[in-house]
């Protein structure tokens, strides 16, 4: 178990980097939507930045990026 | 187990509230038996209004009151919800229960050698969750105006607009999605983590694979339908218009109190995006039981295993994007026409690759014709005349003559009807030894596989020429077109076809309920089969197998050359 | 069937790294991916059929009558929860039942305060002004979708609730199972997370 423990306190930075990126980007996003850009851009800098945020959560605090074995098992 | 004897379940946890994988599969094979003769009898009362139109019907016409048939006579409304219901009864609570619900339910854990499913706790709520869906769609018979009368496709603006009955129907199709939904998590993590050791992915039955498929495509495909439900739920109860055009006309009238702006077209790229996926799974675990019915009988390995399976693969990926082929009539111009025309032709491959394996099988085979391997051996050419017919709808330019048609009835009913439910009735043959302990009655599977087979080719073979004359589907009355009226006999035959094959059924339903309990008792395994179900006793205890088994080899070792038996068991280590 | 006769249900199969919960729950989610893919699908198509103008033209800014204020807020209090939510699988892991309740709870107080904003705040001052669902087509999907996603956070706070409550008794019998049980929640919650990161630019930016 003590392996485990060093792993999961190892996690806990990641996750207030992640926390810390998640909030800058909400603001960044929210900043974007009023710059005087053609609306295709718009959608491009948003739907970029959403996304960017999805695999933030999806590597970090749902764990795909500890997942390797189940990932290359399965496929 | 044996230290689980001091607490015997009460009759409720064991056989009503029942987590084991066993039990859960009767009771959806039992339910789902009776829902697909309620739905072949919604089919043979229509039958009568086809072939004698505004008739009364004989002995039962009186039993459905005024409101429905008036002086026996069926009213076009009636005619319209018997209609939608047994496409809806028949797909989603009679034939795919019966397939995943009940023969993946019981066989697969025992074929891949494990105790129970991954969640017997789920399963049990898929089952209670696909049960009341079933009362929820049969309950919407009886709310005023009837049960849903809009097609089982449900197509907008006429489901947004139709009586009560489509808002239940709504609701039903929620707890059967939730209900597969369950299923198809339980199916795959089963498969995947509970195999017993040596049982590798490429040791595994033909049809585990077939059913680890299906699972995906239930899984993933579903989904987007429950979406499309909720979209209509909400243009039905809370007044949206997701797929209501602005300035809709309904009966002459310009409906001013809908905002507008949305899509009947949107209902439909959701509604096929599911549907195509469901058609395989229609097909697929069908094709997994004549494949190990076919291997068990002909005594010899299934040819050209490892090519079924990647077909199979590849046909779930594909099933993915052919849907636009049922919406060529919607102008989705010919650049995207083609594409889906293209991608129609490619699925066909691997349907064709796994049909021809099966047929190669046969060669040289010493073939034993029981009952099962009848029903599997009809399953072939059934299939191949509804995968063939199927391929001008694939294709814009004949779509257009033939879209809509009767033709088309014939074609899926082709694939469904004998082909996969010929394929469920082999199945039943073969694993009711497993599930009972007694076999069924030879003389009267031999009846019935006869009649069934005659009967059901006349009612679909007459369904092709009907079609190509042009007569739509759906139609309550083709007399009142000249030229219906001129191909009137061939809806008289086939409705003769169904009733005679409702006839054809009696030999089955005496020989099931008299075999359970006066069958001839038989061995554990008497078919002589290598997969590792039977090794277990028949029927199996609860946790399936006294020791757990090991195995050795691949699922299809019959006729071994220098071996001293004809088979080889999975499970067998060195041959004896 | 209880847990000691099924394999895998709380040791991880040594092939594909994952017990079966676990990976009940991934697929699961895919899914959920399905079912919100379907929806945005549909946001796409009802957008670009949209007239440039016209009644039923697709509103913009001012016109969509939606805070980006109280959305980005939101935004906010879940990423906050989905930070708590994997904090309380960290204490647990570590064989702190305590702290990893409080974290839980935490969890189930913003996803709370994320209902109410939505409700009361956002919900209730449209009806104030008269928008419905039956308004047009872009309040029908945004009603739709944030519902939709609404339904999915009550459906997450019941599952906390339960294991701060009475499924914490697992905890006693089997810590490993209870942590296990966490993580899959976690998963649900993060992807509940992820659906609202989607949502708040396409209904209160774009």
């Keep these: 178990m003590s392996d485990a423990h060093a792993d999961v306190t190892k996690h806990v930075k990641a996750y207030i980097a992640v926390f810390t990126a998640l909030i800058t980007l909400t603001v960044v996003t929210v900043l974007a939507s009023r710059l005087t850009v053609a609306p295709s851009v718009h959608v491009a800098i948003a739907l970029a930045i959403a996304g960017f945020k999805a695999s933030l959560v999806a590597m970090i605090f749902m764990h795909l990026k500890w997942e390797r074995q189940a990932i290359s098992g399965l496929c | 187990m044996s230290g689980d004897h001091h607490h015997e379940p009460s009759f409720i946890r064991k056989y009503v509230f029942s987590v084991d994988h066993k039990v859960i599969g009767i009771q959806y094979g039992v339910t789902a038996l009776c829902f697909l003769f309620l739905g072949f009898c919604l089919i043979m009362m229509m039958r009568w209004q086809l072939a004698y139109p505004g008739e009364t019907m004989p002995i039962i016409g009186n039993l459905f009151g005024e409101a429905a048939m008036p002086g026996g006579v069926m009213l076009p409304e009636f005619y319209n919800s018997l209609g939608a219901m047994h496409g809806t009864i028949m797909i989603f609570l009679g034939v795919v229960p019966l397939l995943v619900g009940a023969f993946g339910n019981y066989v697969m854990p025992l074929q891949i050698g494990a105790p129970d499913m991954a969640f017997p706790k789920l399963n049990m709520l898929s089952y209670w969750s696909y049960f009341l869906g079933g009362v929820v769609m049969l309950a919407s018979f009886f709310v005023p105006g009837g049960a849903a009368n809009s097609g089982w496709t449900s197509y907008p603006p006429l489901s947004d607009i139709a009586t009560t009955g489509q808002t239940w129907w709504l609701f039903g199709m929620v707890c059967l999605i939730t209900s597969s939904l369950l299923g198809s998590v339980n199916f795959i993590v089963t498969i995947v983590q509970l195999r017993v050791e040596g049982l590798t992915m490429f040791r595994l039955p033909f049809f585990v694979w077939a059913q680890l498929i299906t699972s995906f495509l239930l899984l993933l495909a579903f989904p987007p339908l429950e979406a499309a439900g909720v979209l209509q739920l909400m243009d039905r109860l809370a007044g949206t218009s997701f797929f209501l055009p602005e300035g809709l006309v309904v009966s002459g009238v310009v409906q001013t109190q809908i905002s507008g702006g949305g899509s009947p077209i949107l209902w439909q790229h959701l509604f096929w995006f599911l549907a195509h996926p469901e058609v395989y799974v229609l097909i697929l675990p069908a094709m997994g039981m004549v494949a190990e019915i076919i291997s068990i009988n002909t005594r010899k390995p299934l040819w050209g295993y490892r090519a079924m399976i990647y077909s199979t693969i590849f046909l779930g990926f594909m099933s993915f994007i052919v849907w636009a082929h049922h919406m060529f009539m919607t102008g989705m111009g010919t650049k995207i026409s083609a594409f889906f025309a293209t991608t129609t032709m490619i699925i066909s491959i691997p349907s064709v690759v796994i049909l021809t394996a099966m047929v190669i099988s046969l060669y040289q085979g010493a073939i034993r014709f029981t009952v099962p391997m009848l029903f599997a051996l009809a399953f072939l050419p059934m299939f191949a005349i509804g995968g063939l017919t199927g391929l001008p709808l694939g294709l814009p330019a004949s779509d257009i003559h033939l879209h809509d048609t009767y033709y088309v009835i014939g074609h899926f009913h082709y694939v469904v009807a004998p082909g996969t439910i010929f394929a469920i009735f082999a199945g039943i043959y073969h694993w009711f030894p497993k599930i009972t302990g007694r076999t069924l009655n030879k003389t009267l599977g031999y009846i019935h596989f006869a009649f069934s087979f005659i009967f059901i080719n006349i009612i679909f073979m007459p369904m092709f020429w009907q079609g190509m004359a042009g007569v739509s589907r759906r139609l309550y009355d083709q007399t009142v077109y000249a030229h219906g009226d001129a191909v009137q006999s061939l809806t008289v035959i086939s409705s003769w076809g169904a009733w005679m094959l409702g006839l054809a059924q009696i030999p089955f339903i005496i020989n099931f309920f008299i075999s359970i309990k006066a069958g001839k008792k038989v061995s554990d395994n008497p078919w002589e089969a290598t997969t590792l179900e039977w090794s277990a006793p028949s029927p199996p205890p609860h946790g399936n197998f006294a020791t757990v088994p090991v195995v050795y080899r691949g699922p299809y070792e019959y006729s071994v050359p220098g071996a001293s038996s004809d088979y080889i068991p999975q499970h067998i280590t060195t041959e004896a | ?206």
């Design chain 3, 1 to 206: 069937m209880s847990a000691e006769v099924l394999p895998y249900t709380v040791k991880p199969h040594p092939v594909t790294g994952l017990y079966n919960g676990k990976f009940g729950i991934w697929l699961f989610l895919a899914s959920e991916v399905m079912l919100f893919g379907a929806l945005f699908s549909t946001y796409i198509f009802l957008r670009i059929g949209a007239p440039e103008t016209g009644p039923t033209a697709w509103p913009t800014g001012e016109q969509t009558h939606l805070s980006w204020k109280l959305g980005g807020l939101n935004t906010l209090i879940l990423i906050l929860s989905s930070v708590t939510m994997v904090m309380a699988w960290v204490q647990f892991k570590m064989d702190n039942l305590a702290k990893g309740r409080m974290y839980l709870i935490a969890t189930a107080v913003l996803a709370i305060a994320f209902v109410a904003i939505k409700l009361k705040f956002e919900y209730m001052h449209k009806f104030h002004l008269g928008i419905k669902p039956s308004t047009s087509v872009f309040f029908a999907i945004y009603f739709t979708m944030t519902g939709l996603h609404a339904l999915h956070i009550i459906g997450g706070v019941v599952v906390i609730a339960y294991f701060i409550g009475p499924g914490a008794k697992l905890w006693h019998e089997n810590r490993e199972y209870y942590t296990n049980r966490i993580e899959c929640t976690g998963l649900y919650w993060h992807f509940v997370d992820l659906v609202w990161i989607f949502l708040f630019p396409i209904l209160y930016l774009l």
